[in-house]
Every structure is written in structure tokens, then in C-alpha cells.
């Protein structure tokens, strides 16, 4: 069983009561609601690896409460801040709580701050421009000019391995930490499937080009609001042509030499991605067979 | 090798010349350049299944030319009409065209027709509310007053056969043609895997509680802009339970009912989905035993 970052959350996102303004209305005057604690972006995470709530009470009367999901009965939001968005770069301190949270509190986390970063940046309706309002509950907002309904925005990225004779290819960018390389990756277009965008997007960035794609695991990446999607390919050759506006190197590795990087032996050949990051399910998945 | 609907395009996408706009105007001039023939969003279809395609001089002055790719050098557009927004309705002859167009042609134009949809209703910025203008070759929008980029939406959506003791679920919504039974699906939401949104829209729709989610492939659909991520998933047990909203009946078929439904046979419990929707390719894939 495969278990990437982000996933296993465990509220019920309660879609009917998206659908019923009164019965949200009750949910966000119920004394039992509980309000994620946020600092900016970044969550308090307890010791056991818990996100912090907050009483529903401490909310600013002028936040307005998105409806995370339901639990036991009981309703849990986050406070969106209009006005005040997220940053864009991930602080050392939200990178600390990412690496301490459980995998289910994560996968609450990613849904709250996708939400968050939507409402931030869609704020007109892009149809006619005119300033939308929120409604489904948090999970949509409209225009009542145009009378379009806009809803929050979900985009599939593909990420993965091109593998050939026992050696898979990770590249880096630029700007990563010095050492690391991960799974390559890019936005899936219109027009494509997840097999033909992993296709494009190797070739693309290393010049290697692949057949036969094959489907590993997902999960949502919330910076800001990412469907990854982990495939392997097999690769008919190693030559290797980067897109230096893409990549800054890319390296064939083995699997002994990945199973170092995973396990961050001194003599690996490189540093791996974080282990909430799909990629390193990706990397642990073929190491063991995928 | 399974190949859904809306697959197997052949164009470059040519993304370096999304990033060059001196290149992509030489190529808005190459006499050999082609433009979709189009009446508005219903291609025009040759006997051989082809798409048709006129020379870009055909192009009128006030359309936007978005370019779908390159083929051995000439340059594919598509012209966008700027406030002649597409038909939401398939009408009758885009129906007969979808079932006329090989593979590859229909590839090519599920792009175009999902890039000019989102053109029609993304004008505007959702950032500010301002008007955009295209670049990136027809691949973009910008913001001339907050600078914000936008790129074309693609929707991930799940679509997913239940089964349950060598029965599948599927369901039919009250619009559909008389008979017509399909697999469950529904959109992705940001904070959840690929596996965890086949779970959560089975039980919303159906009541049934399933688990072990295997992927079984992708395919993009242009009404406007989806990526159809098909999947099966195995029942707990088989009861019921319809969410009126969504689904007008669900029933549990077997492999000889699906198979002849596929058929198209007369005692056949259901009619099937059109063969270019990946249903229809699910249905196939999980009766030859995916």
C-alpha cells in the first residue's frame, strides 16, 4: 500500500452541506467548531504531530469560514483573509511543520491551503471581471453579474521516472537545494493524457524519448494547488539533450545508487526530494520493484 | 495497449516557440501554415476521418490565432473569435463528427476546442479584474495592470467502475439518452489523491464504500476542458444508496451484461457510452479482465 504526503485525510468534506446555505449556517454557529490555527500559511503542529484548532469563536469577524469537512459531527474551517494572501515561498517554518505532521493532518493542511491560495488570487470573475462572492460553503465563488460559477482550480502536473536497463533519470533545477535531484515533472495540458503529457514532458526537458507509461500513485500538492501524478516510462535510450530553461542537470542513477540517496548515505549520488513530496514515493516505489 | 478517445495527437506542441514571440510571428506568416476548419465548435471531417484544414491566409483579421503545433515544420492553428463564445451544447452534427474522427484527429482537436473555450471565458483577470491579452502562442493569458499570468484550465475528473463479485456499477443521470448507463465520475478537489477522490465520489453518488483503487488509464475531454482519469475500484458490498442529485438509477451489471451492452445486443441491460469516451474504454478494459 502506497501512502504519499498529503493523502489519508479524514474529514468528510460533507459536499451536502455545500449545497444547503442554511444547514451551513448552523455548522458555523455550532459551539463545537474548531478553526486551524494558521500563521500566515504555516500550522501549529503538536508534538504527536497533530495540526492546532483553534474554538470557532476566535475567528475575526472579518475572515470569512470555508467548511474544511465534518468529523464526528463536528465542523472544522479555516479562516480566509481577504486581503491578506498567503506568501508565495515556503518559509523555514512551514518546511519544519511539513516535515513533522502526520500524513492524514497533512492531507487536511493541503485542502485548507489550496482553498486559501484559490480565494487569494480569484478574487474577479474571469469571465466579465466583476468582484465574485463566495459560496458553495468556501468550495466556489459567483459572479453576480454574469452569473457564472467559478470553482476552485485543481492542476494535474505529471512527475516522473524514465527508466532504462536497472537506471532511472532525475534532474535538478537551479534554484533546488545544492545535491538534490527528484523525478522530473510539468503541467498537463488540454489536449493530452497523463501517458502523452510524461512522454512530452521527458522529452522535453531531458531528450529522452519513452514508451509505455506506467501509473504509481498521486496526491495533492497544495503550492498551490497541484494534482501530482507519479508514473515510470521506459526509456529507449540514455543520451541526454537538457532544456537548460528547465533543468540545470539530469543524471542516470541505479537502483543501489538511489537506494543511498533515499536512505542519505555520505557516498549517495544525490540528495533526495522531501519525503512528504511524491517524488520520494515515486524513488522508494521503484527502488522496491514498481 | 489501451488507447481512449481524444488520444494519440500527433502535433508538436512546440514549446519553445510558446517562449519566443518573434518565432511564433514568423510562423503566424509561414505561407504553408494551416487553420482548423471550424463552424463554430464542430470540425469539419473528410471520409478518411481526417480533420479539415485551410490555408492561415483564410484566417479573418479580427480573430486570435492560437497555435495547436508544428508537423514536419508547418505550423496548425486555431483562429479564437473574441466574443462569439462556443456552444455549451454538443449539437447533432458535432456528435456525428466525434464519430467519424480517428483517434489522433480527435486529439487535435479536443486542444483546440479546450483552448478556445477557455479563451471565451477567461477574458478577465481573476487576480484584478482586468482585461487579459493572449501570449505564449494562444497558451496564455496576461495581466497588463497586476502582471499575473493565467494558463488554461484543465479539470482532473474521476471516472470509476465499482466492482463487487464479478459485477460493476453503473449509473445514469436523469439528462441522458434512455437507457444509457455509464461509469460514476465527478471532479477532483484540491486536497485529495486521484485514489481518495474515486472513493469519496462512489460513496457520495451510490453509498457504496469501496477500496483498493487501481488506475487503468486517461484521456483528455473537451467539454470544456477535463482530464478523465479512469479507474476501478473494489465494493465492500453492493447496497444502494442514490444520491438523487447526481444519479437517476445505478445498477450492479455482470461481465456478460457489460459485454453485451458493449455489443450492442438487444437484450442488453444498458446502452452503452459513445465509443470515444474512456467509459467506454473502462468498460472494455475491465470486461477483457483490466
Known sequence: MIAPGFTGGTLDRADPVRHDPQAFAALRTDGRGRLLKLTLDTPEVNDDGRLGWAPISAAPAKAE????????????????????????????ALVAALDTMQPGEAATYAAARSLLAWHDRHGYCANCGTPTTIFRAGWGRSCSKCGAEHFPRVDPVVIMLAEHRG?????????????????LAGFLEPGESIEEAVAREILEESGVAVARVRYVASQPWPFPSQLMIACIAEAEREAITLDPNELEDAIWVSRAGVR??????????????????IAHTLLTAWVDGA
Chains 1, 2 share one sequence.
Open 167 to 183: 537506471r532511472v533519470l532525475v534532474g535538478r533545477q537551479a534554484s533546488w537545494p545544492a545535491g538534490r535531484y527528484s523525478a
Open 65 to 92: 469560514l470555508l467548511l474544511l469537512g465534518l468529523e464526528a459531527g463536528v465542523p472544522y474551517f479555516v479562516a480566509w483573509h481577504p486581503g491578506e494572501p498567503l506568501p508565495m515561498a515556503r518559509s523555514p
Open 260 to 277: 543511498a540517496a533515499l536512505d542519505r548515505l555520505p557516498n549517495a549520488p544525490f540528495l533526495p526530494p522531501p519525503s512528504y513530496a
